[in-house]
């Protein structure tokens, strides 16, 4: 009987979730990436150039970093082509809340998108909590000090460590 509900505790484990082949996962995932890098590679071209023609600039370094990732996506995505046109078996991933994490990276998102409208203070505060609310926990306590020492914790670093304000 202990063993009967030990095996289906397992199975239940083993089929909830979302379950992808990894090497579908590997190109859906460079697939994004590639958009994300040809989005930052559009910026760094629109940077001024700069004055002296032969001289490398600071727009040019985004440009170089660029031009690496989208390279490097561009591989991934052809292995991971090469390994799908194959049929080659791979591992599958099994993710247990893809729920939680897309709320997660949506939170994520709004704190960057809040930085300069709501401050950085408030807005790490605010999202950090919010990302551990997602995460699962529901204690008070470490909802309201964690937050609060990491707001505290990247202020000193760059305000008072690095000398860079913090807005």
């Not at 989005?39 to 004055?51: I, N």
């Not at 001289?55 to 985004?62: E, H, I, S, W």
């Not at 082509?81 to 994520?108: E, M, N, Y």
Request: hydrophobic share 60%.
């Amino acid at each position: 009987m202990l063993k009967t509900c030990a095996a289906s505790d397992a199975l239940q484990e083993e089929t909830s979730g979302l379950h992808v082949p990894l090497v579908w996962l590997e190109f859906a995932v460079g697939l994004i990436l590639l958009g994300a890098a040809g989005y930052y590679m559009h910026g760094a071209l629109m940077l001024p150039k700069p004055l002296n023609v032969h001289a490398l600039g600071a727009g040019d370094f985004p440009i170089i970093i660029a031009t690496g990732l989208l390279g490097a996506l561009l591989l991934l995505l052809a292995l991971s082509l090469v390994k799908i046109i194959k049929g080659v078996q791979t591992t599958v991933v099994s993710i247990s809340r893809p729920l939680a994490i897309s709320v997660g990276v949506l939170v994520l998102l709004g704190h960057a998108m809040s930085l300069e409208t709501i401050g950085a203070s408030v807005s790490t505060a605010v999202f950090a909590a919010l990302i551990m609310l997602v995460s699962g926990e529901r204690r008070p306590m470490p909802l309201l000090l964690i937050p609060l020492a990491l707001t505290v914790g990247v202020y000193l670093v760059f305000s008072v460590a690095l000398g860079v304000p913090f807005p």
